[in-house]
């Protein structure tokens, strides 16, 4: 359904954003962050699925400064590049300015329509921060992203944000959950699965479809909220 096409970021790059056109009546406009595998046919699904609910999707390749056109499976060899990329290679706040600059984008074709990002993983953190930082965001969905309930635990988010973890996820410590849940943000949703890690890709081994079905239904309900 969508295409990898060439944007322009703040900083002057070109990187690949995988853009996938509203089916119908635009609903509103999404931002879609990758997990640290890069825009896999699994991220570039879920931007078509979206799409196909009536939502313009953009999904930058964050990671094309330091390796363009990365996408690698979930285990072998490509396995440690990606960690390196996202962990010690690529800043953090690159990403949240390539976030930024897909809402930009958003402002400028469709500024009547409410603007909407969703991520997995390392997305799952920077949609969260994301939510805390940008006000022109309407509502957020975090897929368990580790540096939620750690490094950006106490501000709450400026949107409606909902984040999903997964009690048996080995790299999530569940107190840490169990905190952001205390916190009792009036702005966010912390909800918790029965699941592992990413449990909403069918490509991974802690894949837990009744979790992703729930996990999809809320993030189309919040969403739905402001349908215009």
């Given at each position: 359904?969508?295409?990898?096409?060439?944007?322009?970021?703040?900083?002057?790059?070109?990187?690949?954003?995988?853009?996938?056109?509203?089916?119908?009546?635009?609903?509103?406009?999404?931002?879609?962050?990758?997990?640290?595998?890069?825009?896999?046919?699994?991220?570039?699904?879920?931007?078509?699925?979206?799409?196909?609910e009536g939502?313009?999707?953009?999904?930058?390749?964050?990671?094309?400064?330091?390796?363009?056109?990365?996408?690698?499976d979930y285990?072998?060899?490509?396995?440690?590049?990606?960690?390196?990329?996202?962990?010690?290679?690529?800043?953090?706040?690159?990403?949240?300015?390539?976030?930024?600059?897909?809402?930009?984008?958003?402002?400028?074709?469709?500024?009547?329509?409410?603007?909407?990002?969703?991520?997995?993983?390392?997305?799952?953190?920077?949609?969260?921060?994301?939510?805390?930082?940008?006000?022109?965001l309407s509502?957020?969905?975090?897929?368990?992203?580790?540096?939620?309930?750690?490094?950006?635990?106490?501000?709450?988010?400026?949107?409606?944000?909902?984040?999903?973890?997964?009690?048996?996820?080995?790299?999530?410590?569940?107190?840490?959950?169990?905190?952001?849940?205390?916190?009792?943000?009036?702005?966010?949703?912390?909800?918790?699965?029965?699941?592992?890690?990413?449990?909403?890709?069918?490509?991974?081994?802690?894949?837990?479809?009744?979790?992703?079905?729930?996990?999809?239904?809320?993030?189309?309900?919040?969403?739905?909220?402001?349908?215009?």
């Amino acid at each position: 359904m969508g295409e990898m096409i060439k944007m322009a970021m703040a900083d002057g790059a070109d990187i690949a954003v995988y853009r996938a056109e509203a089916v119908g009546r635009r609903r509103g406009s999404l931002v879609l962050i990758q997990e640290i595998f890069g825009v896999t046919d699994h991220i570039r699904e879920m931007a078509d699925a979206f799409a196909a609910e009536g939502y313009a999707v953009l999904a930058p390749a964050l990671f094309d400064r330091e390796h363009p056109g990365f996408e690698c499976d979930y285990t072998g060899p490509e396995f440690e590049r990606a960690v390196e990329l996202a962990r010690k290679i690529h800043p953090f706040e690159q990403s949240l300015a390539d976030a930024g600059c897909c809402i930009d984008q958003f402002v400028a074709e469709a500024g009547d329509t409410p603007i909407f990002i969703a991520g997995y993983c390392y997305g799952g953190s920077v949609a969260w921060r994301m939510a805390q930082l940008d006000a022109r965001l309407s509502a957020a969905s975090s897929y368990y992203g580790s540096m939620v309930p750690t490094i950006f635990a106490d501000s709450p988010p400026q949107c409606a944000a909902i984040a999903h973890f997964g009690r048996f996820d080995a790299g999530i410590a569940m107190e840490g959950v169990e905190a952001l849940v205390a916190r009792q943000h009036p702005t966010a949703q912390i909800f918790v699965y029965e699941a592992g890690h990413g449990f909403n890709s069918d490509r991974r081994k802690d894949y837990h479809e009744p979790s992703a079905d729930l996990a999809w239904e809320r993030t189309l309900g919040l969403f739905g909220v402001f349908d215009r």
